[in-house]
């Protein structure tokens, strides 16, 4: 795959984008929808193996951009561990169930854990230590999307839910932040989102959340709304976090996968940890983690 720009962000500042520029970005995105969207949707739909299998694969391709963002694609222990434990916790997450998924990476992470320990000097530390906090940050996820999907009509409505949310949240904060600006929300972390995009984005986020009322279990609009707009603040932090992981790495992209975007993990960062997010919610206690009781 290839890498994204390398080119460093240390110390950027806001600049106004030329319409042109803008522009193209818009269509660029607007690419990456039409052909993203439709193979995500289908998968929902059809649910497990299907579903299973699309985590799956996105999982490789997240790992092969997370190691040549934090491992600068140095192959050694910890990015064996990294490569062998997250695709494997999502197949036990398939074929064994969401307790076998979370031994296994607990075992991963363990071992890498000891190979940080092991790191015969300060930069391999470093770098060992990014690479093993690669074993949460992507395989967690990826494994509750595979539970929270489940193979009912319960999984599939929760997560065209979730998707539909956090997509609301990430179109609300783009067109948002483009049309009204405003103070920048953390301009050392990334420069370009406005306050005005964080609040739209969850304002967008609420109100696709409380659309699916009567879909999800018993559960109302307002507080549909309200798990809505949190998992809209969860993906802007979410976004937030890939932001400074790539700025402390001094890239801009993860990499180059999705035109407008960048990379995979540039589209999904908030999708990750809206999934997360949504998993301490409970399913909203009816489908998803609290089935696991």
Not at 9 to 37: F, H
Request: hydrophobic share 55%.
């Amino acid at each position: 795959m290839p890498s994204g720009s390398s080119r460093g962000v240390r110390g950027a500042t806001a600049q106004p984008v030329t319409e042109p520029a803008a522009n193209g970005m818009i269509k660029s995105r607007l690419l990456s929808a039409a052909i993203a969207i439709p193979p995500t949707l289908g998968a929902i739909y059809l649910g497990p193996p299907y579903f299973d299998l699309f985590v799956l694969v996105a999982a490789f391709i997240l790992l092969w951009e997370w190691v040549r963002l934090c491992g600068r694609g140095v192959v050694e222990w910890p990015t064996i561990v990294l490569a062998a434990v997250v695709p494997g916790a999502v197949g036990c997450a398939m074929l064994l169930g969401i307790g076998s998924a979370m031994l296994v990476l607990a075992a991963g992470l363990a071992a890498a854990l000891l190979f940080i320990a092991l790191a015969p000097d300060a930069p391999r530390r470093s770098r060992r230590r990014w690479l093993a906090i690669g074993v949460l940050y992507l395989g967690l996820p990826c494994v509750l999307l595979v539970e929270l999907r489940g193979d009912d009509a319960a999984g599939r409505v929760l997560l065209l839910w979730l998707f539909a949310v956090v997509w609301a949240a990430d179109t609300g904060a783009f067109v948002f932040g483009r049309w009204v600006g405003g103070p920048r929300l953390a301009p050392k972390v990334s420069p370009a989102k406005t306050w005005a995009g964080f609040v739209g984005g969850t304002v967008c986020a609420a109100a696709v959340g409380a659309a699916f009322t009567g879909t999800i279990g018993q559960v109302g609009a307002s507080l549909l709304a309200a798990a809505g707009g949190l998992l809209g603040v969860a993906s802007a932090l979410g976004d937030l976090l890939e932001s400074w992981i790539k700025r402390r790495f001094g890239v801009k992209d993860a990499g180059g996968i999705m035109p407008g975007h960048g990379g995979l993990l540039d589209r999904v960062d908030g999708l990750l940890a809206a999934t997360v997010a949504l998993a301490v919610m409970g399913g909203l206690g009816e489908v998803g983690l609290f089935a696991w009781y």
